[in-house]
């Protein structure tokens, strides 16, 4: 059984950063693309960021722009989502998602046939 564990939410303050990690247990990631999606209470889960099975393209929602960072260490077989400049609007369980079909970055959840349980994130203003 696949299975994909995210780590390292929490409750900060506005402007400060976190990173949250997700171990992969299928080195099977490692050849496609990965993401990270995030749903808030009431709302539809929405993309954050994503990126190609080497690493070398990514592609964020506008909202995180600028402020957050995906990227992969294929030795960990590990995901990662740097985040600073946080806002209260950020606050959401995030999700690392990971596709068994494409290669590339995708902001569409459809690509990604597996998720982890969910890392709460809880920034205050």
């Known amino acids: 059984q696949v299975q994909l564990v995210e780590s390292g939410g929490g409750l900060v303050q506005a402007g400060d950063s976190l990173r949250l990690s997700c171990a992969a247990s299928?080195?099977?990631?490692?050849?496609?693309?990965m993401g990270w999606f995030r749903q808030a209470p009431g709302k539809a889960r929405e993309f954050v960021a994503s990126l190609n099975w080497n690493g070398d393209r990514t592609i964020y929602a506008d909202s995180v722009k600028g402020r957050f960072t995906i990227s992969r260490a294929f030795a960990k077989n590990t995901l990662y989502l740097q985040m600073s400049s946080l806002k209260p609007e950020d606050t959401a369980v995030y999700y690392c998602a990971a596709s068994s079909t494409t290669r590339y970055a995708s902001s569409r959840r459809m690509e990604y046939d597996y998720w982890g349980q969910g890392t709460q994130v809880t920034i205050s203003s």
């Open positions: 299928d080195r099977t990631f490692s050849s496609n693309a």
